[in-house]
């Protein structure tokens, strides 16, 4: 009886259920959302990308539990619970596969590829415990959450639109790309013992500028040709001038958690903004 007992307890473990990077959630909410408003319209085939997406987020969480388990950084006894997450996870993908499928909306499928090679890596990474501090995949992983964008945009236009569904991914995996090296420029702020001069401010936030005004100025130019909607940048400048001050600002010895929920904050304002401002031709 108590061995079932903690079994089931085990299983319940929120550590082995969800993603432990809470920060992520953020990076596949923002172009799922935007995908969504952007296609004016849900049915069926909507539901389907949502559960799909989901699915595919989640699953992460107790497949690398269970690649820590067999890699000896983690006992056991968590394998019960990181298999039945993952069996839970597998059935809901495997239904949202099957639900496009049966409403002839197949095509959607085709965004999945990418994600495959790029979970192994981090499922190798895990293996070798070298996940943690690596922004190249962090970036890449994100690059392949921005995919929910145009699946949900072509669930709910009914087809594949090559033109607004590439510059949905596009746009929101730029955005996601700056916020993560801006995070990075923010965790090294936290380290410094003292304020620093200016030269060291611009020194650390450098990269996380380059980001942010190579994103606003792509916007801007893209709007003025027409390319996209006009104002569209709108929601770039949110994140461009975030970057600013918190490179002039720094975050000595801040609490992580006081940086991450001002990233999501930023992140919010990005996505609603953007959901206003989309109106593609």
Wanted: charged content about 15%; some cysteine.
């Amino acid at each position: 009886m108590r061995s079932r007992l903690y079994i089931i307890m085990t299983i319940l473990r929120r550590q082995i259920a969800l993603p432990t990077d809470h920060g992520s959630w953020v990076f596949l909410f923002s172009p799922l959302l935007i995908g969504l408003f952007a296609g004016r319209q849900w049915g069926a085939v909507t539901w389907f990308v949502v559960l799909g997406a989901l699915s595919g987020f989640l699953i992460r969480q107790p497949i690398s539990v269970a690649v820590k388990v067999y890699s000896g950084r983690r006992g056991r006894q968590d394998l019960p619970g990181a298999a039945f997450w993952g069996a839970l996870y597998g059935v809901c993908g495997a239904a949202a596969v099957a639900g496009l499928v049966w409403q002839g909306a197949g095509f959607i499928l085709m965004l999945a590829v990418p994600a495959l090679p790029v979970f192994l890596w981090h499922l190798w990474l895990i293996s070798r415990r070298e996940e943690r501090r690596q922004p190249g995949i962090e970036i890449v992983a994100t690059g392949v959450l921005a995919l929910a964008a145009p699946a949900a945009y072509w669930a709910a236009r009914g087809g594949v639109e090559l033109a607004a569904g590439g510059w949905l991914f596009l746009l929101t995996w730029l955005q996601s790309a700056a916020s993560i090296v801006y995070a990075y420029a923010r965790l090294e702020q936290r380290e410094l013992k003292i304020m620093p001069a200016t030269p060291e401010k611009l020194r650390i936030g450098r990269r996380a500028l380059v980001y942010t005004s190579a994103n606003l100025l792509l916007t801007v130019t893209a709007g003025l040709l027409g390319w996209l909607p006009a104002w569209i940048f709108m929601a770039f400048a949110v994140q461009w001038l975030e970057t600013i001050w918190g490179t002039l600002n720094p975050a000595v010895r801040a609490k992580p958690v006081a940086i991450g929920t001002r990233q999501l904050v930023v992140s919010i304002l990005f996505t609603v903004v953007f959901i206003i401002f989309w109106r593609y031709p």
